[in-house]
């Protein structure tokens, strides 16, 4: 049976849909809520590594003192070949872990909205489709040397990579399910809200995209 790991960074910020999906296809998910609920794996311990999100930024290393282990994970996963998923804040930090520059963004991009999948891709689908998705990010990356530019938005022409065939990253939420969006509502900004129609877009697109990355890397 396939062990993973899941770093999550805050308690309202879990994998939600990705764990779900994870165990409907006989993965052991591994949470660790960093940096009170246990120290970070060893890469040559798991088989698939899974990095959400978070407030902090990915260079946050002085207040943040857990950050340079997780890129070091991050880059040791790539190099030894086994499925990472890096979302938002851990999209940022696999970057960061694959030398690319990782800054503040132009604007504060925060609500449902959607990307423009640019690159035929076994997880996102094919190149020209619109797909609703859930932002809350600040800060952006450039694309890592060697990597696959997958999406952008109106604001951030850098919202989703993989880089070879195993390793995607996405600055946008795809994991939301009802769940997800109710533990996170007391924390959007004041105004951002949520409508239910597109909540399910969101899910419907996520389930279908995560279920295709599960079933591409294992």
Same mark, same amino acid.
Do not use: K
């Given at each position: =049976?396939?062990?993973w790991a899941v +770093?999550?960074h805050?308690?309202?910020?879990p994998?939600a #849909? +990705?764990?779900?999906l994870?165990?409907?296809?006989? +993965?052991?998910v591994?949470?660790?809520v960093?940096?009170?609920?246990g120290?970070?794996?060893?890469?040559a311990?798991?088989?698939?590594?899974?990095? =959400?999100?978070?407030p =902090?930024g990915?260079l946050?290393?002085?207040? @943040?003192?857990? *950050?340079?282990?997780e890129?070091?994970? *991050?880059?040791?996963?790539?190099?030894?070949?086994i499925?990472?998923l890096?979302?938002?804040?851990?999209?940022?930090? #696999?970057?960061?872990? *694959?030398g690319?520059?990782?800054?503040r963004?132009?604007?504060? !991009?925060?609500?449902?909205?959607e990307? !423009?999948v640019l690159?035929?891709?076994p =997880?996102?689908g094919?190149?020209?489709?619109m797909?609703? /998705?859930? @932002?809350? @990010?600040?800060?952006?990356?450039? *694309?890592p040397?060697?990597?696959?530019? %997958?999406?952008?938005s109106?604001h951030?022409?850098?919202?989703?990579?993989r880089f070879?065939?195993q390793v995607?990253? #996405?600055?946008?939420? /795809?994991e939301v399910?009802a769940? %997800?969006?109710?533990?996170?509502?007391?924390?959007?900004?004041?105004?951002?809200?949520?409508?239910e129609a597109?909540?399910?877009?969101?899910e419907?697109?996520?389930?279908?995209?995560l279920?295709?990355?599960?079933?591409?890397v294992?």
């Amino acid at each position: =049976m396939p062990s993973w790991a899941v +770093i999550q960074h805050v308690h309202h910020e879990p994998a939600a #849909l +990705i764990g779900t999906l994870a165990a409907q296809r006989g +993965i052991t998910v591994d949470v660790r809520v960093i940096p009170n609920g246990g120290g970070l794996p060893n890469a040559a311990d798991i088989d698939g590594l899974v990095v =959400m999100g978070g407030p =902090m930024g990915a260079l946050d290393d002085t207040d @943040h003192p857990n *950050l340079p282990g997780e890129r070091a994970l *991050l880059a040791a996963a790539v190099d030894r070949g086994i499925p990472v998923l890096g979302v938002c804040l851990g999209a940022q930090l #696999l970057a960061a872990a *694959l030398g690319a520059r990782v800054y503040r963004g132009p604007v504060y !991009e925060v609500g449902l909205g959607e990307v !423009e999948v640019l690159a035929d891709d076994p =997880m996102l689908g094919p190149a020209g489709a619109m797909a609703p /998705v859930l @932002h809350w @990010h600040h800060d952006t990356f450039d *694309l890592p040397v060697g990597a696959t530019l %997958l999406a952008r938005s109106t604001h951030y022409p850098h919202q989703a990579f993989r880089f070879g065939e195993q390793v995607w990253g #996405l600055q946008f939420h /795809v994991e939301v399910d009802a769940e %997800l969006t109710a533990a996170w509502a007391p924390h959007l900004p004041p105004g951002v809200e949520t409508p239910e129609a597109g909540r399910r877009a969101v899910e419907e697109y996520g389930r279908a995209a995560l279920g295709r990355f599960f079933d591409h890397v294992l």
